[in-house]
């Protein structure tokens, strides 16, 4: 007990200048109100019994998907627990949230939580790494080189504008939409104002009908083919040279990685959105596969709209979005690079939808991408008019 006073005393001196900002004055017993001095107070277990007293209502963030992690649970009961009831137990459990303390502890204290440490669990193929430039890299361990953040190597980007600019993950996503289970609590125009005098902005369908991000968003990460392969014998590992993973059973892969400009779908607020596979999953069993048994089983194959935290001041061309089927999953056979049906993954492309979803939106329909892509007198005018400062800007630089 002496030990565990001593520990308190010295976390309580230890405090960086904003922890004693923040609880400058508050005695031990202001926070640890339960089980005594031993007890952690912000213990998602125990509601975070300690914090809640000044901090009311936060502890409904232990009610919602970055703690239940409701969303991805529903995943693997859909896809890989069909194959293996135990796949989450196995490979899903690495990263949850505790407590306050997961996100607010510091070797200092107490803190609002920094770009880097909502990176420890926003990272790699899931939002977050984007904001700061960075993307995930193959799986092989070729490519595991370069600069480390936590142990993982990523692919230099652009970084997004803000983070450039200095904002925190906190500024959009303050803890009161977190408590409450929103996606953030700001949105692009409760700061941004649209100008008129951008031609894209001038154009009804555009503000009405787009998220500011689907124009704005440089670059999104993209998995196609996320494959798990399972290892019965742990032998057999030894001639895959894969980036290991949490879980002793399996190794993960992916059939193609792409850092681009991510294709476009319908979200919920039924607007133009960004829109990647989350997940096209794939299984083998290497011990079946071996023995002429079946590969690569597609389990699901399921995109997500979402928001690219990779925003930059321009925007696509006309043709980015325009004249550009594949980027609505509407690719037709003639511009198909990849045959996926030889390779024996049973989808015609990734970027057809034909056998494929989005769970929090929809794809655009064919007739409706076939009248954006009209091409109609307004759409000409501003065509050539967004050409006409492509080309005085060219010239602009050249007499310099």
């Excluded at 993950?169 to 409760?190: F, I, P, V, W, Y």
């Excluded at 979402?306 to 979005?321: A, K, L, M």
């Amino acid at each position: 007990m002496r030990l565990t006073m001593l520990f308190i005393a010295a976390f309580c001196l230890g405090l960086s200048s904003e922890s004693a900002a923040l609880h400058k004055g508050l005695a031990c017993g202001s926070c640890h109100v339960q089980g005594g001095a031993a007890s952690d107070p912000a213990a998602a277990s125990g509601r975070a019994a300690g914090c809640i007293g000044c901090h009311s209502g936060h502890d409904r963030i232990f009610d919602h998907a970055m703690t239940t992690r409701s969303g991805e649970k529903t995943f693997v009961e859909r896809s890989y627990a069909k194959v293996d009831s135990g796949f989450w137990e196995k490979n899903c459990t690495s990263c949850h949230v505790g407590g306050c303390l997961d996100c607010h502890g510091t070797r200092d204290g107490i803190a609002k939580p920094s770009v880097a440490v909502c990176q420890r669990c926003h990272k790699g193929y899931f939002t977050g790494w984007d904001y700061s430039g960075r993307a995930p890299r193959e799986d092989n361990m070729r490519y595991q080189r370069g600069i480390a953040v936590n142990g993982e190597t990523f692919l230099k980007m652009l970084p997004d504008v803000h983070y450039s600019s200095g904002m925190t993950c906190g500024t959009c996503h303050s803890m009161n939409s977190l408590a409450e289970g929103k996606t953030s609590s700001k949105t692009c125009r409760d700061c941004h104002k649209p100008d008129r005098k951008v031609i894209e902005h001038r154009i009804t369908a555009h503000m009405e009908r787009l998220e500011c991000y689907a124009c704005h968003s440089a670059w999104g990460a993209q998995e196609y083919g996320t494959f798990f392969l399972r290892f019965r014998d742990q032998r057999m590992k030894e001639d895959f040279d894969l980036k290991p993973g949490s879980s002793a059973e399996y190794l993960r892969s992916a059939y193609l990685k792409k850092q681009d400009a991510p294709p476009l779908g319908i979200n919920s607020r039924a607007r133009v959105s960004p829109i990647r596979p989350m997940f096209i999953a794939y299984y083998t069993d290497i011990m079946t596969a071996r023995n002429n048994g079946p590969e690569n089983i597609l389990l699901t194959a399921e995109w997500r709209a979402y928001f690219p935290h990779t925003v930059q001041r321009g925007s696509v061309t006309c043709e980015g979005c325009h004249d550009n089927p594949a980027r609505f999953l509407l690719e037709p056979e003639s511009m198909r690079v990849y045959n996926l049906k030889k390779d024996g993954m049973g989808l015609e492309s990734f970027w057809l939808q034909k056998g494929q979803r989005v769970i929090n939106g929809s794809f655009m329909e064919l007739a409706r991408y076939q009248r954006m892509s009209g091409k109609s007198p307004t759409y000409k005018k501003a065509y050539l008019e967004k050409w006409k400062i492509f080309l005085n800007r060219v010239e602009d630089s050249s007499r310099h």
